[in-house]
């Protein structure tokens, strides 16, 4: 495999896919293993549900400023400080909870770092990439690291953490913390300077951290195609999450599956999550940027519409195998569209900014969801996602036309540019 990664995209990437793969793995034991330590030390589910809360929070505090620091420092040096420090914070975890000294506090406050690192790193990583291969060559690039995180977080993370957890509480944040060790190792061995041009070491710096994050919010605010797939992808967010929220009580109440029929659907979007991702660049160079984006959208409408109608499970799981394609070729073509159109000084802000977006949608959509479900039925969630998946795509269809995105995939690389002075 790595010898594919590194066909046509050099060494460069080859690690720096490698790097971001083992991280993925290592993130998704850690999002295994958290609930079932918690839950082993106390029956609250106030406390249990408290761990994912902690994981996100710091989606909502920090991503922003984390996109600031990805253009005012060397992203690979960044990325490896991120690595190592999250490195200490596993390691004392996972010593504390061998030696029987670890309790949930602590365990909160490993999640709260570990994942404000995940903002930083992932923010430098995409800004970085346009930096390590060629420009045409970024939709294979996108794919691959979306393929590898896929499989790695979705399909292999479960039944590993499950195992390791089974053997010894603390062992999956051991081997989490092994996987960014070697992730630092491998970030550090890509050569070459990955500063903003406008950050020289010997450039002066006279902006706050807010003036550049109102500078990144404002230059996207101005750009047609990137505001509106920002605004996309908070809104299906929204719609997703929720109708992910209660999806468990939907496979139990309509579909009559058990827990392993309802791990098995979630496996079917990750299969064609991985499928998306790896085939994406072809797939997209056969159909254009713009029917990738306009079928993405009907596929949304029809999963909300699978979900709300059927009982079969084969219709769900094709369904959401389907839908793990859209979500596969979605990223990849967000993903290279933002690197395209976002000039080099601002592709951390740029970057964080979406992921600024897509967590609260996330955060609203698993609210939502259970409300929903409570106020008016298990397939309200659905229904109302299938409304808002047919109302963005009527309002948006023309704005990704194929003139405007052809404009971004221009042989021209982008060039630094600077909006006026925040006051």
Known sequence: M????????????????????????????????????VASRTDDPLVVAAASAVAWLPWLLFALPGGVLADRMDRRRLMIVIDLV????????????????????????????INTGEIVFRAASQAMLPTVVPRHRL?????????????????????????????????????????????????????????AADRAPTAPRTRSMRGEIVEGLRWLAHQRLLRTMAVLIGLLNVTLTAALAVLVLLADERLRLGSVGYGLLFTCMACGGVLGALLGDRIVAWISATWTVRIGLLIEAGLHLALAASRSTV????????????????????????????????????????????????????????????????????????????GVSAATWRVFNRDAVARAYADEPPVEQRPAPVP
């Open 2 to 37: 790595t010898r594919d990664v590194g066909d046509g995209l050099g060494t460069r990437f080859a690690r720096l896919w490698a790097a971001s793969t083992l991280s993925a793995l290592g993130s998704g034991l850690a999002t295994v293993a958290a609930p079932l330590f």
């Open 86 to 113: 999250r490195v200490v914070a596993l390691a004392v975890l996972a010593t504390a909870i061998m030696t029987g000294r670890a309790g949930v506090a602590l365990l909160y406050v490993v999640l709260f770092v």
């Open 139 to 195: 939709e294979r690039a996108n794919g691959w690291l979306g393929g590898g995180a896929t499989l790695m977080n979705s399909m292999l993370a479960g039944p590993l953490g499950g195992f390791l957890f089974a053997l010894a509480a603390g062992s999956p944040f051991l081997v989490n913390a092994v996987t960014y060790a070697l992730s630092a190792v491998l970030v550090a061995l890509i050569g070459g300077d990955f500063r």
């Open 315 to 390: 219709v769900v799981g094709i369904a959401l195998f389907a839908f793990g394609v859209h979500g596969g070729l979605w990223n990849l073509v967000a993903n290279s569209l933002r690197q395209r159109l976002t000039p080099p000084n601002l592709q951390g802000r740029v970057a964080s900014t979406t992921m600024f977006v897509a967590a609260g949608g996330n955060c609203v959509g698993a609210l939502l969801g259970g409300l929903l479900a409570a106020e008016y039925g298990i397939t309200a969630p659905y229904w109302v996602g299938l409304v808002v998946a047919i």
